[in-house]
């Protein structure tokens, strides 16, 4: 992706950062005849949303993002991106939990089957799970819209600010009923929402697996019922609700996006570490690389997160004390590890046999017996320990998309909680990251013994390694916390939601703009719309 360029060039626009967000921005830039370049630090676009062949050569390896939902299917169809080679693969059924006692639960978007699964543990959760997703997909209807919209300006807000919070109110209004738990899947815990809905500790574990993807709190904690309500956005090849897997692993969105922006004429350097913003008269005018080469542009749009973009890029008196104050409340805290396993074999589960890929295979398989389970990982990671009990996640996505490992193998990600960034007892060395890593396959291997013989190889990224290789403060893969405090109007900081900054033409284009983490592309698409506003 390197291309020769020009010291004297001036651009319309500098892109901080290749990740999807980033390229995302680029694109519709361009497509409105911009001159744009996209700066990459490491040696390939897509940031965490890559495929890389590691230490197993022959396997393409989701490095770290692994499945897709919520990608905006209008960026899709803007930037043609099917062309390019993008095919979403759903996965079906969506999700299996296999339990200690030898049961299991599958869920996925066939309501009749979901019921005859959940009524094998509870007849009233079987009747109470439709209404369940019925209830979110109501509060989906009024969040959703506001995922391509710019937020008012809550601190000094104009005409267009004060209609826009109006229109809002008048569609929160259309939920009636529903606004009361509107407000907690927004504010609150997923513990308590589950427990009222649902007495079967087998289908709550299920769910509330999914409220804690990425956020170092367990279900109990207030702002995990709205992580766990992203599951229900989305959509895949126009099925709503639905995840998939990316033909040939992740990389193949951006991959696509960047092939896409090569084509609209965009200019992408690889191995261009950003390590300054330039700053002049009060205004963004280029950026300064780490090898010293000065490239100069008209805008500036960062697709990392904050702390990057203001703590580092920029001096502090180039910024207000008040918005610094605001950059620096930012939580990056994370307990997220990511293993990905090179494996000779499919897992044999105890509890659905087979061997050859099966429905058991397609899915999340999660792997957690119960809500106290997870409450007492937690409490390990609080004091600075990983779980001793780690709860796992694992996607096979070699079970739907063979071209991802050699014929006859198989390829695994392992999502696992909890895995905190500081570790009381010492850095996380390659002793902490292996005695992490075998936990988790012996969590694994108590569900389908045999999978440890099975691995062939394994790369493990504690929070550590996923901030050194993809840039995320803290190993945080939203770029900071998805709190209501920096949600919407307040992210990443009250009156600068509208991806503009302190500084004139400077742009946020990534997760650290609303509407926040997750494989969307909609801060990209938000932030390229307002920049097109002004010339």
């Known amino acids: 992706m390197t291309r020769a360029q020009s010291p004297a060039k001036t651009y319309d626009a500098i892109v901080i950062g290749g990740g999807h967000n980033g390229l995302v921005t680029a694109c519709y830039l361009a497509r409105a005849k911009r001159k744009v370049l996209v700066l990459e630090r490491r040696y390939i676009v897509g940031g965490a949303c890559v495929t890389e062949e590691t230490t197993f050569p022959g396997y393409k390896v989701s490095t770290a993002a692994y499945v897709n939902s919520l990608f905006r299917p209008e960026i899709i169809r ?6 390019y080679g993008f095919e979403l693969l759903e ?9 200690p006692d030898g049961r299991y639960l599958m869920l996925g978007a066939d309501e009749a089957s979901n019921e005859r699964e959940i009524a094998r543990f509870s007849t009233k959760d079987a009747a109470s799970y439709p209404k369940y997703v019925a209830m979110l997909e109501r509060v989906a209807s009024v969040i959703e819209p506001t995922l391509i919209q710019t937020p008012p300006n809550p601190v000094k807000p104009g005409v267009r600010d004060l209609l826009a919070l109006g229109r809002l109110g ?11 738990e509107a407000i907690e899947i927004l504010t609150g815990a997923a513990r308590p929402i589950l427990d009222r809905w649902f007495e079967s500790e087998e289908l709550k574990a299920t769910l509330a697996t999914d409220a804690i993807i990425g956020a170092f709190a367990s279900p109990s904690m207030p702002g995990t019922a709205y992580v766990l309500f992203h599951h229900v956005m ?14 040939g692993g992740m990389g193949g969105l951006t991959q ?34 780490a090898n010293g080469d000065e490239l ?41 590890a990511k293993i990905n396993v090179a494996l000779a074999a499919l897992p044999n589960f105890t509890a659905c046999p087979g061997s050859d890929p099966g429905p058991q295979h397609r899915g999340t398989i999660h ?89 062939i190889d394994r790369q493990v990224l504690s929070p550590v390694d996923i901030e050194a290789k993809f840039g995320l403060t803290g190993g945080n893969i939203f770029q900071g916390s998805m709190s209501l405090n920096k949600l919407f109007m307040f992210r990443p900081a009250p009156g600068y939601a509208n991806y503009r900054t302190p500084l004139k033409h400077l742009y946020l284009c990534g997760s650290a703009a609303h509407p926040g983490g997750g494989v ?16």
């Open 78 to 83: 803007d930037l043609r991106l099917r062309d």
């Open 91 to 99: 996965r079906n059924p969506s999700s299996f939990s296999p339990f």
């Open 170 to 180: 008048l569609s929160v209004k259309g939920l009636n009923g529903a606004m009361g």
């Open 234 to 247: 989305g959509e895949t090849n126009g099925a709503r609700g639905v995840w998939s897997y990316v033909k």
């Open 256 to 289: 696509a996006l960047a092939n896409a922006a090569a084509d609209l004429g965009v200019e992408i350097r690889t191995e261009a570490e950003v390590s300054r913003i330039i700053v002049e008269n009060g205004s963004a005018a280029g950026v300064v690389l």
């Open 296 to 336: 100069r542009a008209r805008n500036v749009a960062s697709s990392v997160d904050c702390r990057l973009t203001f703590e580092t890029f920029l001096d502090r008196g180039d910024l207000p004390a008040d918005f610094l104050a605001e950059i620096e409340r930012i939580d990056y805290s994370s307990a997220s």
């Open 367 to 455: 792997l957690c017996p119960d809500q106290d389970y997870i409450e007492r990982g937690y409490d390990d990671a609080k004091y600075g320990r990983f779980s001793a009990n780690p709860i796992v996640e694992c996607t096979i996505p070699s079970a739907v998309d063979p071209t991802v490992a050699p014929s006859g193998k198989h390829l695994m990600s392992m999502f696992c909680q909890y895995a905190p960034y500081k570790l009381a007892d010492g850095p996380w060395d390659d002793a902490a990251r292996n005695a992490f890593a075998d936990r988790c396959f012996d969590v694994v291997e108590a569900y389908a013994p045999g999978f440890k013989a099975s691995v």
């Open 520 to 535: 969307m592309g909609a801060p990209g698409w938000n932030a390229a719309r307002e920049m097109l506003k002004t010339r």
